[in-house]
């Protein structure tokens, strides 16, 4: 993916800063006044030299040594789109329809790929109403794009893993979204593709011994609800905490069963750190094409950079600082019936974080990646991970609740300042910009520009 800038960095930002103080980048001269040439100052063209994409590999992750390996790559590109590893869907809204995948009751219908949709950017196009994901249940967030994935530092809206391939384990092991277990996952790659994980990984325990491993089906997997007098909950199967199945198991055996889920989520780690937005129309501009941005995209880029305040929190080549921030955000309903109220973020993401067994400081990791802080702080209450805005022009809502419908309420938001009668834990950081009409048209038509072509057809479809 690599590419050689047209002109260098300092070139690129000379060349456009003379252009801006000559001319105003604009190219008509003249312009009316609703259209007017953009314009700017030394300090927004330096900060925005500084947004240049960057193509070069993600950062090693020392907590998994398949992270960059080949064959770990295309054995995590067919897991990613395998059903296989989920259990029965639980939620009475998957009637079969279109946007759901399956009908209640239904087992192995839930993959990586129904809530990362790779036509749609890795994010959720799929599910009713494009806002939070239906798989197994309803999610209570919104399911962010895996493009750019590989940079950032903690992971979740809330930071409550650490690495991408705890992180997938989360989610099989979650009834709102595969409703498996790592028993059942570690069971069905022995079933489905032993010979791939032992090429990578060495030799797999028998995990066909019904006498030391219970055998569980899609059908039997994972977890059922069931009615109680003190209300609704769920028995499970498979996993710490059952009780029964995963419990049950000798401590070596939970080990090694552990050990074949944990290195399934490091292959799919090695396929999604290939997943990149690539460079738009906005980095051809920053490497001197002057014609590659129309003056309100310009107009905006001197905004982002300038009077609307975006950098610190959207700075950097990913445009994302990939850290936790407070916006004031009081939730809303979504998909009909879904409110995410009172929801801490990252004050309570990453304490769970910090006592994780499966955190990359724990026994199953290859080593820590270092990310997590010694404690959560008050600074955290209320708080969710920035967001990039690489490639997320096409999204089909925003915010963590997936409350927003477009970027131009997304930016509407930001500008009165957020949300100041509450609602929401913490202490928003947000106050008013007062932007004109034209200038919030500006900022949305900047990051229009941000669109890169994404990854290669090869990684969008099963291998």
């Given at each position: 993916m690599a590419r050689e800038p047209n002109v260098g960095a300092t070139g690129a930002t000379g060349a456009l800063l003379i252009a801006a103080l000559v001319c105003g980048c604009g190219g008509g001269g003249g312009a009316a006044t609703d259209d007017p040439d953009p314009s700017f100052t030394p300090d927004e063209m330096s900060a925005l030299a500084g947004l240049r994409y960057d193509d070069g590999p993600p950062p090693a992750d020392p907590s998994n040594r398949v992270a960059d390996d080949p064959g770990a790559q295309l054995f995590g590109q067919r897991?990613?789109?395998?059903?296989?590893?989920?259990?029965?869907?639980?939620?009475?809204?998957?009637?079969?329809?279109?946007?759901?995948?399956?009908?209640?009751?239904?087992?192995?219908?839930?993959?990586?790929?129904?809530?990362?949709?790779?036509?749609?950017?890795?994010?959720?196009?799929?599910?009713?109403?494009?806002?939070?994901?239906?798989?197994?249940?309803?999610?209570?967030?919104?399911?962010?794009?895996?493009?750019?994935?590989?940079?950032?530092p903690l992971y979740n809206w809330d930071g409550r893993r650490d690495a991408i391939w705890n992180q997938a384990l989360g989610v099989m092991e979650s009834n709102r979204e595969f409703n498996g277990g790592r028993l059942f996952v570690a069971e069905q790659l022995f079933r489905l593709h032993r010979s791939e994980y032992e090429a990578l990984f060495g030799a797999m325990?028998?995990?066909?011994?019904?006498?030391?491993?219970?055998?569980?089906?899609?059908?039997?997997?994972?977890?059922?609800?069931?009615?109680t007098q003190q209300g609704s909950t769920f028995v499970c199967r498979g996993q710490p905490g059952d009780g029964a199945d995963y419990d049950g198991l000798a401590p070596a055996d939970q080990t090694l069963v552990t050990t074949v889920a944990v290195n399934a989520t490091k292959a799919l780690e090695a396929f999604v750190r290939q997943l990149r937005c690539g460079s738009g129309r906005f980095d051809q501009w920053l490497d001197g094409d002057t014609t590659a941005l129309d003056r309100s995209?310009?107009?905006?880029?001197?905004?982002?950079?300038?009077?609307?305040?975006?950098?610190?929190?959207?700075?950097?080549?990913?445009?994302?600082?990939?850290?936790?921030?407070?916006?004031?955000?009081?939730?809303?309903?979504?998909?009909?019936?879904?409110?995410?109220?009172?929801?801490?973020?990252?004050?309570?993401?990453?304490?769970?974080?910090?006592?994780?067994?499966?955190?990359?400081?724990?026994?199953?990791?290859?080593?820590?990646r270092g990310q997590l802080p010694v404690s959560p702080g008050p600074a955290l209450e209320g708080a969710f991970r920035t967001p990039t805005l690489r490639c997320t022009a096409s999204h089909p809502s925003f915010m963590h609740t997936a409350q927003l419908a477009t970027l131009d309420?997304?930016?509407?938001?930001?500008?009165?300042?957020?949300?100041?009668?509450?609602?929401?834990?913490?202490?928003?950081?947000?106050?008013?910009?007062g932007l004109s009409d034209r200038e919030r048209a500006d900022l949305v038509a900047f990051m229009g520009a941000l669109v890169g072509p994404g990854p290669g057809a090869d990684l969008l479809v099963a291998p």
């Open positions: 897991l990613f789109f395998d059903p296989a590893f989920s259990g029965r869907l639980l939620e009475g809204d998957n009637d079969g329809t279109s946007g759901t995948l399956g009908q209640r009751g239904d087992a192995g219908k839930v993959s990586c790929s129904g809530c990362h949709v790779p036509t749609g950017g890795f994010v959720d196009i799929r599910s009713p109403h494009r806002q939070v994901s239906l798989a197994a249940q309803w999610t209570m967030r919104r399911t962010p794009t895996l493009l750019e994935v590989a940079f950032a325990p028998p995990l066909d011994d019904a006498s030391r491993f219970p055998a569980l089906t899609p059908d039997s997997a994972g977890c059922v609800e069931v009615a995209e310009q107009r905006g880029a001197a905004l982002f950079a300038g009077k609307a305040g975006c950098l610190p929190c959207h700075g950097g080549p990913r445009l994302t600082d990939g850290a936790f921030h407070n916006v004031g955000l009081s939730p809303a309903t979504v998909a009909v019936a879904i409110e995410d109220t009172d929801d801490r973020g990252a004050a309570a993401g990453v304490a769970l974080a910090l006592t994780d067994p499966m955190s990359t400081a724990g026994v199953f990791s290859d080593g820590d309420q997304v930016v509407t938001f930001f500008d009165r300042g957020g949300d100041p009668a509450g609602g929401y834990p913490g202490t928003s950081e947000l106050h008013a910009l």
